[in-house]
């Protein structure tokens, strides 16, 4: 068997998610204002002319990243929206769900929020998705302005500081969070970072 032949033909056969997958990593890795078409074809071992057979260009790769990302969380949100009106306590329950499944979703899908974290918004792209970014802090937010409007907060504590302060630990994750064999699951950070948070906000 030709090896050379062998391993070209490997080589092509990439998916958009396959490709999607190898993209989001070299962004990561290189940042994405400097990752060329170039770097993306050597690390998927595919030409550019192959690249552009799934998409047009590296802002499509990015605007797929980061929607990965977004898409998730907002469903999250979405489904615990559906959950009103609640009782006083059951607001801070529901804070408290949005933590935890922002922490899953960070955790199953680590490559693509790693990249919406790391945006500068250089691009239209860029931009968007930090619009998008800042829609879900905002709905977040508004989860602890209710919790606190219920009375079910600390009184000490301003619901918009503890609101940015309890999503930018939930973000903070993605700095030192790595996965594998014998590694913590997404269930089990979820659940630290939400008794760490809750035992502190739960007015007593």
Same mark, same amino acid.
């Given at each position: 068997?030709?090896?050379?032949?062998?391993?070209?033909?490997?080589?092509?056969?990439?998916?958009?998610?396959?490709?999607?997958?190898?993209?989001?990593?070299?962004?990561?890795?290189?940042?994405?204002?400097?990752?060329?078409?170039?770097?993306?074809?050597?690390?998927?071992?595919?030409?550019?002319?192959?690249?552009?057979?799934?998409?047009?260009?590296?802002?499509?790769?990015?605007?797929?990243?980061?929607?990965?990302?977004?898409?998730?969380?907002?469903?999250?949100?979405?489904?615990?929206?559906?959950?009103?009106?609640?009782?006083?306590?059951?607001?801070?329950?529901?804070?408290?769900?949005?933590?935890?499944?922002?922490?899953?979703?960070?955790?199953?899908?680590?490559?693509?929020?790693?990249?919406?974290?790391?945006?500068? $918004?250089?691009? %239209?792209?860029?931009? &968007? *998705?930090?619009?998008? /970014?800042?829609?879900? =802090?905002?709905? @977040? +937010? $508004?989860?602890? %302005?209710?919790?606190? &409007? *219920?009375?079910?907060? /600390?009184?000490?504590? =301003?619901?918009? @500081? +503890?609101?940015?302060?309890?999503?930018?630990?939930?973000?903070?994750?993605?700095?030192?969070?790595?996965?594998?064999?014998?590694?913590?699951?997404?269930?089990?950070?979820?659940?630290?970072?939400?008794?760490?948070?809750?035992?502190?906000?739960?007015?007593?």
């Amino acid at each position: 068997m030709n090896t050379e032949t062998s391993t070209s033909s490997r080589r092509t056969t990439y998916t958009p998610d396959s490709l999607l997958e190898v993209a989001v990593a070299v962004f990561n890795d290189r940042g994405y204002d400097g990752t060329s078409m170039e770097d993306l074809a050597r690390a998927a071992g595919i030409t550019k002319s192959s690249i552009y057979h799934h998409v047009k260009g590296k802002e499509e790769l990015l605007t797929r990243g980061v929607n990965r990302a977004l898409d998730a969380l907002n469903a999250s949100l979405d489904a615990l929206d559906t959950l009103e009106p609640l009782p006083d306590a059951g607001e801070l329950d529901r804070v408290e769900q949005a933590v935890f499944r922002a922490v899953q979703i960070l955790v199953e899908e680590l490559p693509y929020v790693t990249l919406l974290l790391r945006v500068r $918004g250089n691009t %239209e792209a860029e931009r &968007a *998705a930090q619009d998008r /970014r800042r829609e879900i =802090d905002r709905r @977040l +937010a $508004g989860f602890v %302005e209710r919790a606190a &409007a *219920a009375g079910v907060l /600390r009184t000490d504590l =301003d619901p918009h @500081l +503890a609101s940015r302060l309890v999503f930018g630990m939930v973000n903070s994750v993605v700095e030192w969070y790595r996965p594998g064999p014998g590694r913590w699951s997404a269930d089990d950070v979820a659940s630290a970072v939400t008794h760490l948070v809750f035992d502190g906000l739960r007015r007593r």
